[in-house]
């Protein structure tokens, strides 16, 4: 099984003006391609890993040979990060449901929660991700560098945002905040509360 790059549910222009339509084109069909390109190439010669799903894989990186470890490592997450990225983006989506309540249950209010989100990922030093993950049933925030991801430690991500400058650099240049600050406006609250809703199940 060859892994592919799955089409977005959405235009590349409906996250604007938050989101610009180039900058969704380019880290979509460039970007996040070169990553399954990549990653199809380091497990080829491997069958018993092309067969399998991204997210199994990265679960139990400890299983992959150690010659190509570190390439599916860096490669299989850029795959699966950007997958689950895309998925977790949608314009005017109002918070609600399980997931607002346990945020504000763990983290004061919502707005308690944007602002140590945003102070995390203004902190995080480099290219990353940073993420609202389940850890042992209780609501967590993290920020990974490259393309780590907290699957590969047991973590269940809920929701999450590229910091990578390719995600934002044509817009915001070296305005990282300003670049969080739109995230929120495009956070497809429904698919979170989906994923939250899966993980406690």
């Known amino acids: 099984?060859?892994?592919?790059?799955?089409?977005?549910?959405?235009?590349?222009?409906?996250?604007?003006?938050?989101?610009?339509?180039?900058?969704?084109?380019?880290?979509?069909?460039?970007?996040?391609?070169?990553?399954?390109d990549?990653?199809?190439?380091a497990v080829e010669n491997?069958?018993?890993?092309?067969?399998k799903d991204i997210r199994e894989?990265?679960?139990?990186?400890?299983?992959?040979p150690e010659d190509i470890r570190l390439s599916v490592k860096n490669h299989?997450?850029?795959?699966?990060?950007?997958?689950?990225?895309?998925?977790?983006?949608?314009?005017?989506?109002e918070p609600k449901g399980e997931i607002k309540e346990a945020i504000e249950r763990q983290f004061g209010s919502l707005e308690e929660f944007q602002d140590k989100f945003k102070k995390l990922a203004l902190s995080h030093f480099g290219s990353g991700w940073v993420w609202l993950i389940l850890d042992k049933g209780k609501l967590s925030l993290l920020s990974t560098p490259n393309q780590d991801s907290p699957i590969s430690d047991g973590k269940i991500p809920l929701l999450t945002l590229d910091i990578w400058e390719h995600a934002y650099y044509l817009k915001y240049q070296n305005k990282?905040?300003?670049?969080?600050?739109?995230?929120?406006h495009v956070i497809d609250w429904s698919n979170v509360n989906k994923?939250?809703?899966?993980?406690?199940?």
């Not at 222009?13 to 938050?18: A, G, K, T």
């Open 57 to 64: 894989i990265l679960s139990n990186l400890n299983k992959v």
């Open 76 to 93: 299989g997450g850029g795959y699966f990060n950007h997958s689950f990225f895309w998925k977790i983006l949608k314009k005017d989506i």
């Open 46 to 51: 491997y069958p018993e890993l092309k067969n």
């Open 1 to 36: 099984m060859k892994h592919i790059l799955s089409l977005l549910e959405y235009d590349y222009d409906s996250l604007e003006p938050y989101i610009d339509r180039q900058t969704m084109e380019i880290h979509h069909k460039k970007h996040h391609q070169a990553y399954i």
């Open 176 to 184: 990282r905040a300003d670049y969080i600050d739109a995230f929120f």
């Open 195 to 201: 994923n939250y809703q899966e993980a406690i199940k």
């Open 38 to 41: 990549n990653f199809n190439k």
